[in-house]
């Protein structure tokens, strides 16, 4: 079969416009959130504090988003009762969404850590090795949230591989952070604050890397969660 | 009217009604391209086995080159749609396609390795062993024992009272009917309700001991709790028996059935595993049908 999957062409007209209505709506949650991570990130680099309120709050929509697709998925799953591809996509939905919530609540924790950093007026070049996890995250996020719109598998699985440098990029900020710590016992509280939002973003990236395991299941209907790289490509090209 | 006959009316009136269909589908489709059966045709202890089969109705062809098998102690689905020559295939399994004079059936079908078309096979004796059920409840106008005893009695399977006795309460038991009827056995099998209509003619089909139950399409008259009814019955059966079912209703299919078969104008397209059937099609046709899209 075409790996191109065909998602509206229902003789329902009705059930086209449903499944089209809950993928909108998984993609306006997720440009909240990236829009979230983003804030919070830049937050975090700027120290402004404003920016870090707003997304320690904002948790709220994204959550209700949450709450709102959840329950047009069961309508539809208890209403159409969807086999093969439109049954693949509502079950990718439903999983992609805790994922964005998850990613959501991180960009959250971002937010708070940097009102208590503004606070504690730790000098934002504490932080700077957060600079370019950050980006890569971002970057990781995006990719996937596109990865999804298109159902596309490559983009998928090549975002799925940019998942090992950010966790290299995590590690590599863990020692540096370690080595301060142990250099200025002064610093171990903020230079803590700051492991928790590398950590933050790190997990972004593993939800994020979520989100392209379902869309590879969405469109070849394969499993791969918890199978290496090598073995992805081998089963999927 | 006799109930072998209203029988062979039925089997005209659905042969008729899968003809016109047939007759309507447009040059175009017929030139659409279908390639070769996708998936599991085959299993490792094969019940029946059909080989290379076509039917004709006259000039017409209904069903292309079918290989498959039905496996011991399993449910097989026939899906498609309407048209698409399942219930055609299922009726040569047990030959009742020979009822039909301008039908003409080649390739092999055999039963346990038997050639079912041979000289030796007596067709009588083959429906009893390939049983069938019918989409609409047809009690023989006799009392619900009578119903069930027919065949027994057709086919000399006791030898006195008691032992014909036993093979309708059985057979009852084993449709999850006899609570339902124990007390009103000498009543007519007519003035049941559908869904007990219809599980006296499975324990009819069973007191006959087949080997095979074919359905065809045997809970689209009932309402949810009666197919309910029939579904788990069909799964109890599995085990002392193979089925295959042909059925309009994907939720049917996916709900009882281990295999599914789907079939378009009259080729078998894509056969395999019905977890993976409903999940993840291989076949564009199968995709487009199980999920209500336009081919």
Not at chain 2, 281 to 289: D, I, V, W
């Amino acid at each position: 079969m075409d790996n191109e999957l065909n998602l509206t062409h229902h003789i329902s007209h009705r059930f086209n416009e449903e499944l089209e209505e809950v993928r909108s709506n998984v993609m306006a949650m997720g440009g909240l959130v990236e829009k979230q991570v983003a804030d919070g990130i830049k937050a975090l680099l700027t120290s402004d504090t404003e920016i870090a309120e707003a997304v320690a709050s904002s948790d709220f929509e994204v959550n209700a988003m949450e709450v709102a697709i959840d329950e047009q998925c069961t309508q539809i799953l208890a209403r159409r009762q969807p086999a093969a591809s439109d049954l693949r996509l509502l079950v990718t939905i439903i999983k992609t969404i805790t994922d964005l919530e998850r990613i959501g609540d991180e960009a959250e924790k971002l937010g708070h850590i940097a009102v208590k950093l503004s606070d504690k007026n730790a000098s934002s070049s504490q932080f700077v090795e957060l600079r370019h996890l950050g980006e890569h995250v971002k970057t990781m996020l995006h990719e996937s949230l596109d990865a999804f719109a298109r159902m596309d598998v490559n983009d998928a699985l090549r975002t799925i591989e940019s998942d090992k440098l950010v966790n290299e990029e995590f590690e590599s900020i863990m020692r540096q952070l370690i080595t301060r710590m142990m250099e200025d016992p002064r610093e171990i509280k903020n230079t803590l604050r700051v492991s928790w939002c590398a950590r933050a973003l790190e997990r972004i990236g593993d939800h994020a890397k979520n989100v392209c395991e379902n869309v590879v299941y969405l469109v070849k209907g394969k499993d791969i969660r918890h199978t290496s790289l090598d073995k992805m490509r081998e089963e999927l090209i | 009217m006799d109930a072998n006959i209203k029988l062979k009316n039925e089997l005209v009136d659905d042969t008729q009604t899968g003809l016109k269909t047939l007759q309507g589908n447009s040059t175009a489709d017929m030139e659409q391209e279908i390639g070769a059966t996708i998936g599991q045709q085959f299993v490792d202890k094969p019940k029946m086995q059909a080989r290379n089969v076509d039917v004709f109705y006259g000039e017409k062809q209904a069903i292309f080159d079918v290989n498959m098998d039905f496996g011991e102690h399993e449910v097989v689905a026939l899906i498609g749609p309407s048209g698409c020559g399942k219930t055609t295939f299922l009726r040569c399994l047990n030959r009742m396609n020979d009822t039909i004079p301008i039908c003409k059936v080649t390739g092999d079908i055999s039963l346990d390795g038997e050639d079912i078309h041979s000289k030796a096979m007596d067709p009588v004796l083959l429906r009893a062993r390939v049983g069938m059920v019918f989409q609409k409840p047809n009690p023989f106008p006799k009392s619900v024992y009578d119903n069930v005893a027919y065949g027994a009695r057709l086919h000399g399977l006791a030898s006195n009272k008691a032992e014909l006795d036993e093979i309708v309460t059985t057979s009852l038991q084993r449709a999850g009917l006899f609570d339902e009827v124990k007390d009103r056995l000498q009543e007519p099998g007519t003035g049941l309700s559908g869904g007990q209509q219809q599980r006296l003619c499975i324990a009819r089909t069973i007191a006959v001991s087949p080997e095979v139950i074919l359905m065809d399409e045997p809970a689209s008259a009932l309402d949810p709790i009666a197919t309910a009814i029939i579904e788990e019955l069909i799964d109890e059966l599995r085990q002392n028996y193979t089925i295959a079912i042909v059925t309009h209703s994907m939720q049917q299919a996916a709900r009882v059935s281990q295999r599914t078969a789907y079939f378009h104008l009259g080729k078998l397209v894509e056969i395999g595993e019905t977890n993976q059937i409903f999940t993840n099609p291989q076949h564009e046709l199968t995709e487009n049908y199980i999920t209500g899209r336009f081919g």
